[in-house]
C-alpha cells in the first residue's frame, strides 16, 4: 500500500479542520491493510495483538474481530485486568513479571480473572510474592508463563540483546520449570522469548550502511542459534508442563518467528500503526498509519517555521532515531541545536517558507503506543468520516506513570 503524500495530507485537513491541535489520527485503511499484511506474515499462526504498541481499546477491539488475530500480550497486570473487565478479551499474557500486591490480590480474588490472564515468570522467587498476597490455598491457580531470554551470548561475556530474563539455556528453562511444577496454586501454560535484537532493530538504518550491514551479519547468526536454543528449552520445559503456546516474534520479526516449528504464536502490534521506527527495515515495512499534527504559531526566520510543542520523544537510546519525524508537508528538518522542544519546535527547510501561523505540521512518531500518551483521543479517518475513540490516557489509566 502506497503511501500518496500529498493525497494524504489533503485528506487529513480536510476530515480534521474542524478540531485544534495537538491531534492524534489513525488512518484506517492503513491500519487494516497492515493488519492483514502481517496475518499473510504469519502464514497460518495466530497473532496476539502487544497492547503497549496499541493503547486505544477501540483499536484492539477491532484487530481482534479480524481473521488470524487473538488474545492480547499487556504490559502490566493492572491493564490486563481492566482489558478482560472491559470485555477486550478473555486471554491475556502479561508480557513482564508484576510486583503489583494489589492487582495479584484482584488476580487471585476473581475466578474469572485468574483463567483468562497469564502472568510472567522468570525466577522463583517471583512465585513467592504471589503466596505473600494470597496463599495458595486462598486463591485459584495462577496462570504462568515462563520467559526465555532470546538474546545472543557468542563467547563469554558478549551480550546481544536486552536484558530481560536470567533463563537463558534449556536446562534453566527446565529447572525453572521443574520447580513451578513443585509448587502448589500455579501452573505453568506457557513460554515466551523475544527476540528483541532481530525483531526490533532495523537492518538498513538511513544514511548508515556498515552498521547495516553489520546488524545483518548478527541477525544471520543470532536467529539460528536461537532457533536450536528456543527448541531445546520447549522440550525441556515439556518434560513438567502441559504448554498451551509457546509466543516469540515482533512486527520486526514475524515471518521468521513464524517459521519457527517451536513457537504456535507470534506477537506483533507496532506494524499497525508504522511508526518511523520501521522505514529501516529491509524484510517488510508497514504503511504509516499513525500521525499528530501540531499548529504553526511564529515565524522567527526566513525559511523557519516554528510549531507549538513536538517535544514527543521516543523510549530507549537518546539518539535520532527516537525523534518524531516531520512528515507533512515534506521537506521539513529540525533544527540542530534545539530539536523537538517541550513547548516549541523550530522547522527548517524549503516547506517552512510556505507555513503561516495557523497552518499545521504533520509528523509520525518514532514508536508506536507511546504516541498516544500525549493524547486523550484518536481520531480514527474512515474515508471522510472521523470518529474520536479515546486512548488509555483519555480513559483514566496511566499504567506505567
Same mark, same amino acid.
Do not use: Q
Given at each position: 500500500m502506497l503511501t500518496d503524500r500529498y493525497a494524504l495530507r489533503r485528506r487529513l485537513e480536510k476530515t480534521t479542520d474542524h478540531l485544534e491541535t495537538p491531534l492524534a489520527v489513525v488512518d484506517l485503511a492503513a491500519f487494516d491493510d497492515n493488519?492483514?499484511?502481517? $496475518?499473510? &506474515?504469519? =502464514?497460518?499462526?495466530?497473532?496476539? #495483538?502487544a497492547s503497549k504498541s496499541v493503547r486505544c481499546r477501540a483499536l484492539l477491539?477491532? #484487530?481482534?474481530?479480524?481473521?488470524g488475530w487473538h488474545g492480547v500480550m499487556a504490559y502490566t497486570l493492572p491493564e490486563a485486568i481492566w482489558l478482560v473487565r472491559a470485555? +477486550?478479551? /478473555?486471554? +491475556?499474557? #502479561?508480557a513482564y513479571p508484576t510486583a503489583n500486591r494489589a492487582a495479584l490480590r484482584e488476580l487471585a480474588g476473581d475466578e474469572k480473572l485468574a483463567a483468562a490472564i497469564s502472568i510472567m515468570v522468570d525466577h522463583p522467587s517471583q512465585l513467592d510474592l504471589a503466596d505473600q498476597v494470597t496463599p495458595p490455598g486462598k486463591r485459584p491457580v495462577v496462570r504462568l508463563c515462563l520467559d526465555l531470554d532470546a538474546s545472543w551470548k557468542?563467547? %563469554?561475556?558478549?551480550? !546481544?540483546?536486552? &536484558?530481560?530474563?536470567?533463563v537463558h539455556s534449556a536446562v534453566q528453562a527446565?529447572?525453572?520449570? &521443574?520447580?513451578?511444577? =513443585? &509448587?502448589?496454586?500455579? $501452573?505453568?501454560?506457557? *513460554? *515466551?522469548?523475544? @527476540?528483541?535484537?532481530?525483531?526490533? +532493530? %532495523? /537492518?538498513?538504518?538511513?544514511g548508515r550502511t556498515l552498521r547495516g550491514r553489520a546488524i545483518r551479519l548478527m541477525q544471520s547468526r543470532a536467529l539460528p542459534e536461537l532457533l536450536g536454543r528456543r527448541a531445546a528449552a520447549v522440550q525441556a520445559v515439556r518434560e513438567h508442563a502441559d504448554l498451551e503456546y509457546v509466543n516469540g516474534g515482533g512486527t520486526g520479526s514475524i515471518a521468521a518467528t513464524?517459521?519457527?516449528?517451536? +513457537?504456535? @504464536? !507470534? $506477537?506483533? %502490534?507496532? %506494524?499497525?500503526?508504522g511508526p518511523t521506527l520501521f522505514d529501516s527495515y529491509r524484510n517488510w515495512r508497514p504503511t504509516p498509519a499513525a500521525f499528530f499534527a501540531l499548529s504553526v504559531v511564529r515565524r522567527p526566520a526566513p525559511r523557519i517555521a516554528t510549531v507549538l510543542g513536538g517535544g514527543w520523544i521516543a523510549s530507549g537510546p537518546a539518539e535520532a532515531s527516537r525523534l518524531p519525524m516531520p512528515y507533512l508537508p515534506e521537506g521539513l528538518s529540525f533544527k540542530a541545536d534545539e530539536g523537538p522542544g517541550e513547548v516549541q519546535t523550530p522547522l527548517l527547510g524549503e516547506a517552512a517558507e510556505q507555513l503561516r501561523p495557523g497552518d499545521r505540521v504533520w509528523f509520525r512518531h518514532a514508536k508506536a503506543g507511546e504516541l498516544c500518551e500525549h493524547v486523550n483521543e484518536l481520531q480514527l479517518i474512515d474515508g471522510d468520516t472521523l470518529t474520536p475513540a479515546p486512548t488509555y490516557r483519555g480513559e483514566g489509566h496511566a499504567f506505567l506513570g
Open positions: 493488519a492483514d499484511r502481517l $496475518t499473510a &506474515r504469519a =502464514a497460518g499462526k495466530p497473532i496476539r #495483538v477491539e477491532r #484487530v481482534l474481530a479480524r481473521p470485555g +477486550v478479551t /478473555d486471554d +491475556v499474557l #502479561v557468542p563467547a %563469554g561475556p558478549l551480550h !546481544v540483546g536486552v &536484558r530481560r530474563s536470567p527446565g529447572a525453572l520449570a &521443574r520447580r513451578i511444577a =513443585a &509448587r502448589p496454586g500455579f $501452573t505453568l501454560v506457557g *513460554m *515466551m522469548s523475544y @527476540e528483541a535484537h532481530i525483531a526490533g +532493530v %532495523g /537492518d538498513a538504518p538511513p513464524s517459521a519457527d516449528p517451536s +513457537v504456535t @504464536e !507470534v $506477537t506483533a %502490534g507496532s %506494524g499497525l500503526y
